[in-house]
């Protein structure tokens, strides 16, 4: 029978009502009516890399549960390349794809009353969206990541998506010749799989093992590779025993094992885009989390992954070096991650990582020991103050100094800030501001690798801050600051900075201060005027409604 009393109730009435003659026409048979009905989202998509070789794990994943006593019933997801989309209109719909894959798994498995959901993606929003249909269900559930790309080569070098992104600042300021501009161009993506650094969507398929919703070794896997295979049927037999188990995404998903996920979030340096996505789903699992528990986390745990963008090596290595479980074993050891968490196997996390090593191996400097540490604390640091009253997201790994004081070069668009930053009237010492890019501002909250990646690319990469209301990549590092909270369509500071304004980004005071005095803030505020909407019709404008703020992790 299936797995719930919701379910058990479902597959009876089925069984009882002429709805199963729809059933018979898939083929159906009268004893089918009393196995778990297991949905399978796929992601499938020729849109990107990312999720071009979805198929094969959904077709594998098919086969393992019929082979497990369930019926399989697949149904698509869409998705949004964010590589593709960055620096145009295009890129506004991201963030908001992860609520249409969240709707779009919620309305399928309650629509059709499944009994397990199995959820298979690749780029950036398909995990955070897939964990919070997952999460919205509450029915048993698992995670199954599409894979990373593999590592690019020219010339000698390793080469992802923001090598392309960081070529077009180099060879727009005469430091790159023709041949190597094209010649990374041509090889940034020679597979298909997700960004290979440890960007927004390794980061949050290596969360999801923390967190006990995807097995262990499977978020570092290449898709190309025939392991992936093998691990999405093993999800998926593992499904439905949890389906027979009755283990729920929510006895799972818990405050604990939350700070689990954020813990390996720290220590493996990734995406700022982890903390908006992990405030979304807590907020779906109806769990208490918010952005001082991300500077509670960071505050314990070290940096001990040498991964890029702000290190050297790709989610490829890492899986060579241990993958996530020999992190968290680190991490367990060293009394940092609760080790009496529920996983999806129905083990703890303390039982699945009882064969690990408690060191890494010699013969590797992808993962260190917490005494070899590449930063004492943690990386993504909250930070605030009378530009950020509720809160923003700065990146400080990879810096020589996360403190800078500078002018304000305030822009109101993406567009024009490239301008400025190709056009060299973006110096040493400069603060950008981009604005009007939040949630409901953008609408969207856009990403801001191009020109993050154009800063870079110029040499500018320590010395130029860069604040936003909007996103960045999990490509980006530097000086960079987002999220900023409340949001300039909100009337936030953000949105009451001058050209020239003194600003303040100060990661080892957790400040971000603009340095005008309040009395000239509270003059300007008085003259400030919402702007009309940028959309007022569609899913932009739907999103623009209904998005929480930023610190809220601009969930729906």
Known sequence: MAGNDRSKNITQGVARSPNRAMYYGLGYEKEDFDKPMIGIANGHSTITPCNAGLQPLADAAVIAVKEAGANPQTFGTPTISDGMSMGTEGMKYSLISREVIADSIETCVQGQWMDGVLVIGGCDKNMPGGMIGIARCNVPGIYVYG????????????????????AVGSYMAGK???????????????????CGGMYTANTMSSSFEALGMSLMFSSNMANPDSEKVDSTAESARVLVEAVKKNIKPRDIITRKSIENAVALIMAMGG????????????????????????????????????????GQYMAVDLHQAGGVPQVLKLLLNAGLIHGDCLTITGKTMA??????????????????TLDKALYKEGHLAILKGN??????????TGLKSPIITGPARVFDDEQSAMDAILSDKIKAGDVLVLRYLGPKGGPGMPEMLAPTSAIIGRGLGDSVGFITDGRFSGGTWGMVVGHVTPEAYEGGTIALVNEGDS?????????????????????????????????????????????????????T
């Not at 903390?275 to 699992?285: E, N």
């Not at 530009?387 to 400080?396: M, Y």
């Open 503 to 555: 600003i303040t980004i100060d990661a080892h005071k957790q400040l971000l201060q603009l340095n005008v005095p309040d009395e000239e803030i509270a003059a300007r505020r008085a003259k400030w005027k919402q702007p009309e909407p940028r959309y007022k019709r569609g899913v932009l404008s739907k999103f623009a409604k209904l998005a929480k703020s930023a610190s809220e992790g601009a969930a």
């Open 271 to 310: 995406s700022t885009n982890a903390v908006l996505h992990f405030l979304a789903i807590a907020d779906a699992a109806e769990v208490e989390w918010t952005l001082d528990d991300f500077e509670r986390v960071r505050r314990k745990v070290p940096v001990i992954c040498n991964l890029k963008p702000s």
């Open 351 to 368: 039982e699945e990582l009882a064969d690990v090593p408690d060191v890494p191996r010699a013969d590797q400097d992808v993962i260190r």
């Open 176 to 194: 790159m010749s023709d041949e190597d501009f094209e010649g990374i161009e041509r090889n940034a993506c020679p597979t298909t799989g997700s």
């Open 387 to 396: 530009l950020a009253e509720g809160g923003s997201v700065a990146k400080i």
């Open 147 to 166: 894979g990373t790309i593999k590592p690019g080569r020219w010339k000698g070098q390793d080469l992802s998506i923001v090598s392309a992104f960081e």
